[in-house]
């Protein structure tokens, strides 16, 4: 199974991108897709996160109300729309997902329990 994000770019503070995390060689569906985020000197944060066959989805209070994950069950997609972006949003994205391992409220946006990772999509948001 491979993850492959895109849609990373420099955006001004207030802009808004779109990222894309297609999976490929998969022959079933995982149990949920999160988005994480790197910034350089700080730990990996998990900021969105569905359950892809519920559809129910879970934000860090950092994101909330600012960003929306959302999935193309056909095209095999999760995104993550950002709207309002500001310059700590800065960092490396990458979209994770657990095949084969379930899911729940209380892990789904915490990195060790996913097994597939993206190679990651740079976000900056700067003036």
């Known amino acids: 199974v491979r993850l492959v994000e895109s849609g990373g770019g420099l955006v001004q503070p207030g802009g808004s991108l779109k990222l894309s995390c297609r999976a490929s060689?998969?022959?079933?569906?995982?149990?949920?897709v999160a988005w994480f985020r790197q910034a350089p000197g700080k730990e990996r944060e998990g900021v969105a996160s569905?359950?892809?066959?519920?559809?129910?989805?879970l934000y860090s209070d950092s994101v909330k109300g600012r960003f929306t994950i959302s999935q193309d069950s056909v095209e095999d997609t999760v995104y993550l729309q950002m709207n309002g972006l500001k310059p700590e949003d800065t960092a490396l994205y990458y979209c994770?997902?657990?095949?084969?391992?379930?899911?729940?409220?209380?892990?789904?946006?915490?990195?060790?329990?996913?097994?597939?990772w993206g190679q990651g999509t740079q976000v900056t948001v700067s003036s």
């Open positions: 060689g998969n022959t079933y569906r995982s149990n949920c």
């Open positions: 994770a997902a657990r095949f084969g391992r379930l899911c729940n409220d209380d892990d789904i946006l915490i990195a060790h329990p996913y097994n597939v």
């Open positions: 569905i359950y892809t066959s519920a559809g129910k989805t």
